[in-house]
Nanobody
Framework: EVQLVESGGGLVQAGGSLRLSCAAS????????IGWFRQGPGKDREGVSC????????YYARSVKGRFTISSDNAKNTVYLQMNSLKPEDASVYYC????????????????????WGKGTLVTVSS
């Protein structure tokens, strides 16, 4: 059974930082992509960042590029999202998701391309 467990959310002031973790288990894809997505109230789910296990390629939404950094620790089967310079508009429930690596650059930023999802962790940013 594929399991993705997010952690690290919380309340932070604007300009602050948080690091989210996604502990992944139970999948056997040779190459895969793990992505971070977010969904605020009344909004569509938005791809934030993703990373390929094939070559370590990383992808970012324009709104977070330069502020967020995705990384992976393969020994721990964990993917991290370091979020710096947080803004109130970054407040959302953040989800991680996994899918076999398609080979298409940036496709893992699209939620319909992902197969398995975690339950999310809430990030609140106060102004």
């Amino acid at each position: 059974e594929v399991q993705l467990v997010e952690s690290g959310g919380g309340l932070v002031q604007a300009g602050g930082s948080l690091r989210l973790s996604c502990a992944a288990s139970g999948f056997t894809f040779d190459d895969y992509a793990i992505g971070w997505f977010r969904q605020g109230p009344g909004k569509d789910r938005e791809g934030v960042s993703c990373i390929s296990s094939s070559d370590g390629s990383t992808y970012y939404a324009r709104s977070v590029k330069g502020r967020f950094t995705i990384s992976s620790d393969n020994a721990k089967n964990t993917v991290y999202l370091q979020m710096n310079s947080l803004k109130p508009e970054d407040a959302s429930v953040y989800y991680c998701a996994v899918a076999p690596w398609s080979g298409s650059p940036g496709e893992c930023l699209h939620y319909h391309a992902m197969d398995y999802w975690g339950k999310g962790t809430l990030v609140t940013v106060s102004s």
